[in-house]
């Protein structure tokens, strides 16, 4: 089956960009998703990106799609506090949904 | 409000004590799902509903079984709950399987079997 992988953990300094990635196993896949979790709070979807697509830009937000390597990123620009959260990638895979296990982004004042 | 409920919030319990967790949702979605939230494992998802009276198993099921007899309600029933099965749970919903499915997440419960 579909196998979902990301760093754990990531610190960057408020003001720089953050780059998260995450790979993939199954290239069936329509959409890969990027979710964010804060505290005490259930997952909500920050961004997809359609597998037939390189890139997508969304204000802050930009997901690099390479497919061939199977790798995903989702680069946050101008990082904040308020983007502390876990952020997890997903794929959809047949009727399943595949998420990663997180990545736990910590924001530096 | 268009909203994923879930109740009980946080429960704990003993061994071999059967439990039911609700979710219910208000969207009219056809898609339901629960996923249970383990540290470094990320969110494993335990059975999904593509509509009602159909349920399928997803990546870990043993322990638990879900019914859904009406669409907008998806119980998780945990018959003999076990010390594993302590996690935090999310059930979730989407309008359907299709090209672009964005899933709406109740808020968690939080479960410790002793």
């Known amino acids: 089956g579909e196998d979902v992988e990301q760093s754990l953990f990531l610190s960057v300094r408020e003001g720089d960009s953050s780059v998260i990635n995450c790979t993939y196993t199954?290239?069936?896949?329509?959409?890969l998703y990027w979710y964010k979790q804060e505290p005490g709070a259930g997952l909500q979807l920050l961004t997809y990106i359609f597998s037939n697509m390189d890139m997508k830009q969304d204000q802050r937000l930009t997901v690099l799609l390479n497919k061939k390597d199977k790798h995903l990123s989702l680069r946050i620009a101008d990082t904040q506090t308020g983007d502390s959260a876990i952020y997890f990638c997903?794929?959809?895979?047949?009727?399943?949904?595949?998420f990663g296990p997180g990545t736990r982004l910590s924001v530096l004042p | 409000e268009a909203q994923v409920t879930q109740n009980p919030r946080y429960l704990i319990t003993v061994t071999g004590k059967k439990l039911t967790v609700t979710c219910s949702q208000n969207?009219?979605?056809?898609?339901m799902s629960w996923y249970r939230q383990d540290p470094g494992l990320g969110l494993r998802q335990i059975y999904y509903?593509?509509?009602?009276?159909?349920?399928d198993k997803g990546d870990v099921p043993e322990g638990y079984k879900v019914s859904r007899k009406e669409k907008r309600n998806f119980p998780l029933i945990l018959e003999s709950p076990s010390p594993n099965q302590t996690s935090l749970y999310f059930c979730?919903?989407?309008?359907?399987?299709?090209?672009?499915?964005?899933?709406?997440f109740g808020p968690g419960t939080r479960l410790t079997v002793l």
């Open positions: 979730a919903s989407s309008p359907a399987l299709g090209p672009y499915n964005e899933q709406f």
């Open positions: 969207m009219n979605h056809e898609y």
């Open positions: 199954d290239s069936s896949s329509t959409y």
């Open positions: 997903a794929s959809d895979y047949g009727q399943n949904f595949v």
């Open positions: 509903s593509m509509n009602v009276e159909v349920t």
